[in-house]
């Protein structure tokens, strides 16, 4: 009787502790540029202010908006936020892959940081928008890095 009561002090510990803890995101940009001959700007980019996306949401019901929020898309920029310069994909010669092993590296770098401070790599996502052809020379290869934290 004493270890099934023991049993059930415990389980019910690990239930409330579990419902108390909080889980919070950051989201960790990386820009590297496809511009040819070394001209484009690379960085990895993070937040350091929150923002409530709330304040910036409206809804529509029944095909008409609810009442406008008192705010400008302006408000929307944070003025606080960390860059970590990072090489070009291509020099003069083209690309570069010694650049690419160098971002992998100041990569490596902040998710290890950001591990050690306690967030979890809890999702990867990227996107590219590419040289369109002839004339253009242009592009940026997007990743986001989505942490997670439990407090």
């Known amino acids: 009787m004493k270890k099934l009561l023991f049993i059930a ?43 409530d996306a709330e304040a910036f949401t409206t809804e529509r019901t029944d095909g008409k908006k609810s009442k406008q929020k008192d705010v400008k898309r302006s408000d929307a920029k944070v003025d606080k936020f960390a860059e970590t310069k990072l090489l070009n994909f291509y020099s003069i010669a083209g690309i570069n892959f010694q650049n690419i092993a160098s971002n992998d590296a100041l990569t490596s770098s902040k998710i290890n940081t950001l591990s050690a401070e306690g967030w979890e790599l809890a999702f990867v996502t990227s996107g590219v928008e590419s040289d369109s052809g002839k004339g253009d020379g242009n592009g940026i290869y997007i990743t986001r890095y989505i942490f997670k934290k439990v407090n």
């Not at 919070?24 to 001209?39: A, C, D, F, L, Q």
């Open 9 to 51: 002090i415990i389980a019910f510990g690990f239930v409330f502790e579990s419902q108390a803890q909080t889980v919070h995101y950051k989201v960790i940009t990386s820009v590297e540029s496809i511009v040819p001959m070394g001209i484009g700007r690379s960085r990895i980019i993070e937040e350091k202010a929150s923002i």
